[in-house]
């Protein structure tokens, strides 16, 4: 294995990561800001009345989501294990 491919492994490992993680952080967040807002506004300081909506777009977005997150998952599996062979040969 020579380290250009552990790097390109590392790099698209994390490139997977973040494209799997990222929509669901973005929606925590926006709701959060969202929920900070109204916090702000109407004085309520409550905490029930940000994570309530956070946990449900979150849950909302991952249910939405799932089918492109485990396709891109199963992609990048497939194409570890069908390069495991060559990379671990050395080759």
Do not use: C, Y
Request: glycine content about 8%; hydrophobic content about 55%; overall charge negative.
């Amino acid at each position: 294995m020579q380290p250009q491919d552990v790097i390109d492994l590392i790099r698209e490992s994390l490139i997977v990561a973040l494209l799997i993680g990222a929509p669901l952080l973005v929606v925590g967040l926006v709701v959060g800001l969202l929920g900070g807002l109204f916090q702000s506004i109407t004085q309520i300081q409550d905490q029930s009345v940000v994570f309530v909506p956070k946990l449900i777009a979150v849950a909302a977005a991952l249910a939405v989501g799932l089918p492109w997150l485990l396709d891109r998952m199963l992609q990048f599996s497939h194409q570890v294990f069908s390069n495991a062979p060559r990379l671990l040969s050395g080759g």
